[in-house]
C-alpha cells in the first residue's frame, strides 16, 4: 500500500463540520491533493478532557504520526458549568489538557512547529440563545468566558514553542462585526470557514510545501514501461 502523509484535523464540532462543501477543511483537502490526506477526527460535542484520552488511540506511535495536526478545542470546555456540566471543562484543566496532548504528540517524534493550536471562535450570545431554547435550556455560553479559554490556548501555544490561530481576537480585531462568521451563534457560517481557512493554509502552506507530488505526472509516465515509472516512483 502506497503510505500518503496526513495532516490531522483534531477538535470538536467545528472540525467535524470542517469536510461540508466549501468548509475550511474540505478546501484544504483540495488544496492538498497528491500531496497530502487530510484525516478529519472532528468530534462533536467533546472537550479537551475527552479528546486528552482519545489522542494516544487515534495516533498510537510514531508510525502514524502526521506531518502536521491542528488541535481545535475550547467552544465546548467553555461552556457554562451551572448551565452546562457535561461539556465544560475548568480553564486550568483545559490549559493541562492541551499540553498533555502536546507532549503526547512530541512523544512520538511530532515536531512542536508541526503542532497547531486553533482557538475557539467568539460566541453572538443573543443567536445561541436562541438555539438554547429551542432546546429548553438558557444560554449556556458567554463570548467574554470563551476569551478567556482562547487566551489560554494562545499562552499555551507561546509556552509550548507551536502555531496557534488565535480566532476569538482576530474574528473580533478592530470591532467589526464578528457575528458573520457565525451560522448560529456558536458554529462556523460560509464567511466562518473562509475566514478560518484564509488564517490556517499560510502556516500549513508554509510547513507543507516541500512534500513531493505523490506519484509521476500523467505525461512522465514511462510508456514503453509503464510498470517501472509507477513502481519506483512509489517504493
Given at each position: ?129 436562541q438555539q438554547c431554547l429551542l432546546k429548553g435550556c ?23 514553542g507551536t502555531e496557534v490561530v488565535d480566532l476569538w481576537?482576530?474574528m473580533q480585531e478592530g470591532g467589526k462585526d464578528y ?57
Amino acid at each position: 500500500m502506497i503510505a500518503w502523509p496526513r495532516l490531522v484535523l483534531f477538535g470538536d464540532s467545528i472540525t467535524q463540520f470542517a469536510f461540508e462543501a466549501n468548509a475550511w477543511g474540505s478546501v484544504i483537502a483540495n488544496k492538498l491533493i497528491r500531496k497530502c490526506d487530510v484525516i478529519n477526527r472532528g468530534l462533536s460535542g467533546y472537550n479537551t478532557r475527552w479528546a486528552k484520552l482519545l489522542l494516544p488511540r487515534l495516533i498510537p506511535d510514531a508510525a502514524e504520526k502526521p506531518v502536521a495536526i491542528t488541535i481545535f478545542f475550547g467552544a465546548n470546555d467553555s461552556a457554562l458549568k451551572e448551565e452546562n456540566p457535561q461539556q465544560h471543562v475548568p480553564l486550568e484543566e483545559y490549559t493541562e489538557n492541551l499540553k498533555c496532548m502536546i507532549q503526547y504528540l512530541k512523544s512520538i517524534n511530532v515536531p512542536q512547529d508541526r503542532i497547531i493550536l486553533i482557538t475557539p471562535p467568539p460566541i453572538c450570545e443573543p443567536a445561541w440563545e436562541q438555539q438554547c431554547l429551542l432546546k429548553g435550556c438558557k444560554l449556556n455560553r458567554l463570548n467574554n468566558t470563551a476569551g478567556l479559554y482562547a487566551k489560554a490556548c494562545v499562552e499555551v501555544a507561546s509556552e509550548c514553542g507551536t502555531e496557534v490561530v488565535d480566532l476569538w481576537s482576530q474574528m473580533q480585531e478592530g470591532g467589526k462585526d464578528y457575528t458573520v462568521y457565525l451560522s448560529d451563534g456558536l458554529h462556523l457560517s460560509s464567511e466562518g470557514n473562509q475566514f478560518v481557512e484564509s488564517s490556517l493554509w499560510p502556516i500549513l502552506e508554509k510547513k507543507l510545501s516541500a512534500l513531493p507530488f505523490m506519484l509521476p505526472y500523467w505525461n512522465d509516465v514511462d510508456n514503453a514501461n509503464p510498470e517501472a515509472s509507477l513502481l519506483q516512483a512509489s517504493s
